[in-house]
């Protein structure tokens, strides 16, 4: 049986050696510095990476590493660890550096001290070898048949910048051609940037679009890429160009021993190289050398007042257009610098406004190659004959000369114009706003004071009736003249017309006489009205001589449609009648009675009016 | 009995009298129906000197609104509007005086000064053809035009039927004929001309879009400056297509301009 004093004992005695034992743990931890490699060779363009470990401190400060010639060195951060080996805890930090050999050779990595705890530590030295890549990228075997000294091989044999110039001498304002090739061979480039390029004394202008190419440089094939850009010296003297340097990543194979850290010993074996390769990027910057550059002043002698500004080779050409115009019309000039050069910097020769030319703003634009004046003048005048010569003087670098350039006197014709200029607008997209200079008062002409006709709106008097009717019938007036004229003509040159139409009225003024005849019983004055009356009628209605009327010839001149012949007979048998009493009354008036008159005078009437209606 | 019938008749004859001296005064007396728009008339005069342009226009404007118009009452109007800064009422006010007043200088002279101020699309180059006839048709009214055209053709007409009747056949009365018919036709034709080319037309008010389609998200064409002159071809629902002097044509909402 454990008596109550057996177990407070044994705990007691665990709490102690729990103690000690803790004690022991806390004294154990021991402060380790240590530096490592992930491998001792590597191809060139690789980099391996330095890891410095220091462990059982508590508080661990950064580290830098100092410079170590032909290795670029960058720190790729720290990580804390805290392991537990046997039964107790370790706690340490690590420093990784990437190392980047830029030659083949051998390489020191010196031993590193650290003070910890007023204690010195320092890590072993560690060296590492560095060989040139091998296999097919390297054609020297190839062509030469020799074999290359690879051991002084360096970085810098494979990744390069070659700058070249069109010329290493140039005037001040001149432009200078500049071609940056960045040459690669058995390294892989990614993200390579635009060059930089610096120096004093020139502004650097817009880099083209880069070029892609592979070339052959000594037996060696290498992948290039062209930039070019152009330079433009600002001030004169000897001018230092470059390094230009070109900002890159390298894409950089993890070694096998970081490989072993990620996925275990297991895929160490050979058999699986390459399977799980991965890759990292590690940044760069190639540099070219440097270079010197003249840049000359332009000659004073023989420099034009009018000199342009232009430093290259160039061509000017002028339009002018229209030729033919009237006083006041606008003309567009266009001057065109096309070439070589600085054109940023020229400048267009400047016309003159004189009494015959009116000027406006010239506008410049500029493409590519060319540049464009475009100038809208006017002839204030008819004495205007021509736009005078226009002369571009430039520096002709390759020469070394000042050249102008001579176009026009461009003739024009200008017209007189009549009447007043009124407003001008040149253009209708002109972006200038002209002034106009013709009679522009400062205000315009004041209110009127009478209100004058005031009248509804809408009304207008031609759209009234009244209009129309007033026009229609005076038509209608005139018309009725017209008409009455033609009857007139007709009356005067066709007789028997006109015979004919007098016939009735005569008959009417007889018939009207014998009517009083009648009344008066006066026999022989009544049948010698009728029978002249008769007569003359049927000679007009007819057109037969008066001498020839009698009842025979007559009836002859009747032709009527068989539909009339009882009428015909009726009324023949009327007139015959007649004619005969005109007879009778002459040796037998009292066999005539007045009755017998009465009748004859109604079928006079009677005859009368059918022949009228019916011839 | 008789005395009565005399009286009586006097009487009537009085009154016949009476009742044609009163037609007669009625249309023998000039139609002066309102004082209304001389009164307002007056007032705007007023404002206009004292600078109160806007109340000026109001008084002009409610002249119109009764329906009553003239040449002086349009120009005082658009004047009005200038000065107001209404660059496109004015425009619109002094074409409408330009049609009664055609030749009134002062009309002339400000209308000129106006679109001076305003971007005015050029028109294409017009022939010289066109050109005489504009200014001819510009220079009468389209009332004159057809009234002076009517009267040389009745002239005519009638010197025709008299040279007929009085047997006149010298050259030179054929030479006349020939003349004041052409006259004639020349005045009616221009009158057509004129007609044709007055209707429809507008005068933008505001600075707007001229858009390919009656639609505000329609894409614009091109773009219409306060007091441009336009042509109205077609309506649709509150937008209105136009052409401008130099014929391109557009789609632009009604309020933004009136017509002529």
């Given at each position: 049986?454990i008596s109550?004093y057996?177990?407070?004992?044994?705990i007691?005695?665990t709490i102690?050696?729990?103690?000690?034992?803790?004690?022991?743990?806390a004294?154990?931890q021991?402060?380790?510095?240590?530096?490592e490699?992930?491998t001792n060779?590597?191809?060139?363009?690789g980099a391996?990476?330095?890891?410095?470990?220091v462990?059982?401190?508590?508080?661990?400060?950064?580290?830098?590493l100092?410079e170590?010639?032909g290795?670029?060195?960058?720190?790729?951060?720290?990580s804390?660890n805290?392991?537990?080996?046997?039964?107790?805890?370790e706690?340490?930090?690590?420093?990784?550096?990437?190392?980047?050999?830029?030659?083949?050779g051998?390489?020191?990595i010196?031993?590193?001290?650290?003070?910890?705890?007023?204690?010195?530590?320092?890590?072993?030295a560690?060296?590492v070898?560095?060989?040139?890549?091998?296999g097919?990228?390297n054609?020297?075997?190839?062509?030469?048949g020799?074999v290359?000294d690879?051991?002084?091989?360096?970085?810098?044999?494979k990744?390069?910048?070659?700058?070249?110039?069109?010329?290493?001498?140039?005037y001040?304002g001149e432009?200078l051609l500049?071609k940056i090739?960045?040459?690669?061979?058995?390294?892989?480039?990614?993200?390579?940037?635009?060059?930089?390029?610096?120096g004093?004394?020139?502004?650097?202008?817009?880099?083209d679009k880069?070029?892609?190419?592979?070339q052959?440089v000594?037996g060696?094939?290498?992948?290039?890429?062209e930039h070019?850009?152009?330079?433009?010296p600002?001030?004169?003297g000897?001018?230092?160009?470059g390094?230009?340097k070109?900002?890159?990543?390298l894409l950089?194979?993890n070694?096998?021993?970081t490989n072993?850290?990620?996925?275990?010993?297991?895929?160490?074996?050979?058999?699986?190289?390459?399977?799980f390769d991965?890759y990292?990027?590690?940044?760069m910057?190639v540099?070219?050398?440097?270079?010197v550059?003249n840049?000359?002043?332009?000659?004073?002698?023989?420099?034009?007042?009018?000199?342009s500004g232009?430093v290259?080779?160039?061509?000017?050409?002028?339009?002018v257009?229209?030729?033919?115009v009237k006083?006041?019309d606008?003309?567009?000039?266009?001057?065109n610098?096309?070439?070589?050069?600085?054109?940023?910097?020229?400048?267009?020769p400047?016309l003159?406004e004189?009494?015959?030319?009116?000027?406006y703003?010239p506008?410049?634009?500029?493409?590519n190659?060319?540049k464009?004046?475009e100038?809208v003048?006017?002839?204030r005048?008819?004495?205007l004959?021509?736009?005078?010569?226009?002369?571009?003087s430039?520096?002709?670098?390759e020469?070394?000369?000042?050249k102008t350039?001579?176009?026009?006197p461009f003739?024009?014709?200008?017209?007189?114009?009549?009447?007043?200029?009124g407003l001008?607008?040149?253009?209708?997209d002109?972006?200038?706003?002209?002034?106009?200079?013709?009679?522009l008062?400062s205000?315009i002409v004041?209110i009127?004071?009478?209100i004058?006709?005031?009248?509804?709106i809408?009304i207008?008097?031609?759209?009234?009736p009244?209009?129309?009717?007033i026009?229609?019938?005076?038509?209608?007036?005139?018309?009725?003249?017209y008409?009455?004229?033609?009857?007139?003509?007709?009356?005067k040159?066709d007789v028997?017309?006109?015979?004919?139409?007098?016939?009735?009225?005569?008959?009417?003024?007889?018939?009207?006489?014998a009517?009083?005849?009648?009344v008066?019983?006066?026999k022989?004055?009544?049948?010698?009205?009728?029978?002249k009356?008769?007569?003359?009628?049927?000679?007009?209605?007819?057109?037969m001589?008066?001498g020839?009327v009698s009842?025979?010839s007559?009836i002859?001149?009747?032709r009527?449609s068989k539909a009339?012949?009882?009428?015909?007979?009726?009324?023949?048998?009327?007139?015959?009648?007649?004619?005969e009493?005109?007879?009778?009354v002459?040796?037998?008036?009292?066999?005539?009675?007045?009755d017998?008159?009465?009748?004859s005078f109604?079928?006079?009437e009677?005859?009368?009016?059918?022949?009228?209606?019916k011839f | 009995?008789?005395s009565?019938?005399?009286?009586q008749?006097?009487?009537?004859?009085y009154?016949i009298k009476?009742?044609?001296?009163?037609?007669?005064?009625?249309?023998?007396?000039p139609v002066?129906?309102?004082?209304?728009p001389?009164a307002?008339?007056v007032t705007?005069e007023?404002?206009y000197?004292?600078?109160?342009?806007?109340k000026?226009i109001?008084?002009?404007e409610?002249?119109?609104k009764d329906?009553?118009?003239?040449?002086?009452?349009y120009y005082?109007?658009?004047?009005?509007?200038?000065?107001?800064?209404?660059?496109?009422?004015?425009?619109?006010?002094?074409e409408?005086a330009?049609?009664?007043m055609p030749?009134d200088?002062?009309?002339?002279?400000?209308?000129k000064?106006?679109?001076?101020?305003?971007?005015?699309?050029?028109?294409?180059?017009?022939?010289?053809?066109?050109?005489i006839?504009d200014k001819?048709?510009?220079?009468?009214?389209?009332?004159?035009?057809?009234?002076?055209?009517?009267?040389?053709?009745?002239v005519a007409l009638?010197?025709?039927?008299?040279?007929?009747?009085?047997?006149?056949?010298?050259?030179?009365?054929k030479?006349?004929?020939?003349?004041?018919?052409?006259?004639?036709?020349v005045?009616?034709?221009?009158?057509?001309?004129?007609?044709?080319?007055q209707v429809?037309?507008?005068?933008?008010l505001?600075?707007?879009?001229?858009?390919f389609?009656?639609?505000?998200?329609?894409?614009?064409h091109f773009?219409?400056?306060?007091?441009?002159?336009?042509k109205m071809m077609?309506?649709?629902?509150?937008?209105?297509?136009?052409?401008?002097?130099d014929?391109k044509q557009?789609w632009v909402?009604?309020?933004?301009l009136?017509g002529i």
């Amino acid at each position: 049986m454990i008596s109550i004093y057996q177990i407070k004992k044994s705990i007691i005695l665990t709490i102690a050696i729990l103690a000690i034992g803790l004690t022991i743990n806390a004294q154990a931890q021991s402060v380790s510095f240590t530096a490592e490699v992930d491998t001792n060779k590597i191809e060139l363009g690789g980099a391996f990476q330095l890891s410095l470990a220091v462990s059982g401190v508590e508080n661990i400060p950064g580290f830098n590493l100092p410079e170590i010639e032909g290795l670029n060195i960058r720190s790729s951060g720290s990580s804390t660890n805290i392991t537990m080996i046997n039964g107790h805890y370790e706690k340490s930090r690590t420093f990784t550096f990437s190392l980047f050999p830029m030659k083949v050779g051998f390489y020191e990595i010196p031993s590193f001290t650290a003070e910890i705890d007023g204690k010195t530590y320092s890590t072993e030295a560690i060296s590492v070898e560095v060989v040139d890549t091998p296999g097919p990228v390297n054609n020297q075997i190839a062509s030469s048949g020799q074999v290359p000294d690879s051991a002084n091989t360096s970085i810098k044999d494979k990744l390069f910048l070659v700058v070249k110039t069109d010329k290493n001498k140039v005037y001040l304002g001149e432009s200078l051609l500049v071609k940056i090739y960045l040459y690669v061979n058995g390294v892989s480039v990614r993200d390579p940037q635009m060059p930089r390029i610096e120096g004093v004394g020139f502004t650097v202008g817009e880099f083209d679009k880069r070029t892609q190419f592979q070339q052959i440089v000594e037996g060696v094939r290498y992948d290039v890429v062209e930039h070019d850009v152009f330079l433009y010296p600002t001030r004169t003297g000897t001018l230092e160009l470059g390094p230009i340097k070109l900002d890159c990543n390298l894409l950089v194979k993890n070694n096998q021993q970081t490989n072993r850290r990620s996925f275990g010993s297991f895929f160490d074996d050979e058999f699986f190289e390459g399977i799980f390769d991965s890759y990292r990027r590690v940044p760069m910057t190639v540099e070219s050398g440097k270079g010197v550059i003249n840049v000359l002043e332009l000659p004073q002698e023989g420099k034009p007042d009018d000199f342009s500004g232009g430093v290259g080779s160039y061509d000017f050409n002028v339009q002018v257009s229209p030729t033919d115009v009237k006083e006041g019309d606008p003309i567009t000039l266009k001057m065109n610098v096309t070439g070589q050069g600085n054109i940023n910097a020229v400048n267009f020769p400047k016309l003159k406004e004189t009494n015959e030319i009116k000027l406006y703003e010239p506008q410049i634009s500029q493409n590519n190659g060319d540049k464009i004046l475009e100038q809208v003048l006017i002839p204030r005048s008819k004495t205007l004959t021509e736009i005078p010569a226009i002369k571009f003087s430039y520096f002709d670098s390759e020469s070394g000369e000042y050249k102008t350039i001579t176009r026009g006197p461009f003739p024009i014709n200008v017209q007189e114009r009549e009447g007043d200029i009124g407003l001008r607008i040149i253009g209708g997209d002109s972006k200038n706003d002209f002034n106009v200079e013709e009679e522009l008062g400062s205000d315009i002409v004041f209110i009127k004071s009478e209100i004058g006709n005031v009248k509804p709106i809408g009304i207008k008097k031609y759209k009234q009736p009244s209009f129309y009717i007033i026009i229609v019938c005076a038509l209608i007036l005139w018309f009725f003249g017209y008409v009455y004229y033609l009857r007139n003509e007709r009356l005067k040159t066709d007789v028997v017309y006109a015979k004919r139409k007098h016939a009735p009225k005569y008959a009417k003024k007889q018939i009207a006489k014998a009517k009083n005849f009648l009344v008066s019983e006066d026999k022989h004055g009544f049948y010698d009205c009728i029978y002249k009356t008769l007569k003359k009628y049927f000679s007009n209605k007819f057109h037969m001589p008066v001498g020839t009327v009698s009842f025979e010839s007559v009836i002859d001149r009747c032709r009527i449609s068989k539909a009339d012949s009882d009428v015909l007979n009726n009324i023949k048998a009327k007139l015959k009648r007649i004619f005969e009493e005109c007879d009778i009354v002459r040796y037998a008036a009292g066999q005539i009675s007045h009755d017998i008159m009465q009748n004859s005078f109604e079928d006079l009437e009677e005859i009368i009016d059918f022949y009228e209606r019916k011839f | 009995m008789v005395s009565t019938a005399v009286s009586q008749d006097k009487n009537i004859k009085y009154f016949i009298k009476g009742l044609i001296v009163l037609i007669a005064l009625f249309v023998i007396s000039p139609v002066n129906a309102d004082d209304k728009p001389l009164a307002r008339f007056v007032t705007a005069e007023r404002f206009y000197k004292e600078k109160e342009y806007k109340k000026a226009i109001e008084q002009y404007e409610l002249i119109i609104k009764d329906g009553e118009e003239s040449g002086q009452i349009y120009y005082n109007l658009a004047n009005s509007y200038f000065k107001n800064g209404n660059y496109g009422k004015a425009v619109l006010n002094y074409e409408r005086a330009k049609r009664i007043m055609p030749r009134d200088r002062d009309v002339d002279y400000n209308y000129k000064y106006v679109l001076k101020l305003i971007k005015d699309f050029g028109s294409e180059n017009k022939g010289f053809m066109i050109k005489i006839i504009d200014k001819f048709t510009g220079f009468h009214s389209d009332q004159e035009l057809v009234t002076i055209g009517v009267t040389i053709g009745l002239v005519a007409l009638g010197l025709y039927l008299l040279f007929l009747f009085m047997k006149v056949t010298l050259i030179i009365g054929k030479i006349i004929l020939v003349v004041l018919s052409v006259l004639a036709v020349v005045y009616m034709g221009g009158f057509k001309y004129k007609v044709q080319k007055q209707v429809g037309t507008a005068v933008i008010l505001d600075n707007s879009d001229a858009r390919f389609e009656p639609r505000e998200d329609a894409t614009i064409h091109f773009k219409l400056n306060e007091g441009n002159r336009v042509k109205m071809m077609k309506f649709e629902g509150g937008w209105v297509k136009i052409k401008r002097a130099d014929n391109k044509q557009g789609w632009v909402q009604q309020i933004n301009l009136e017509g002529i």
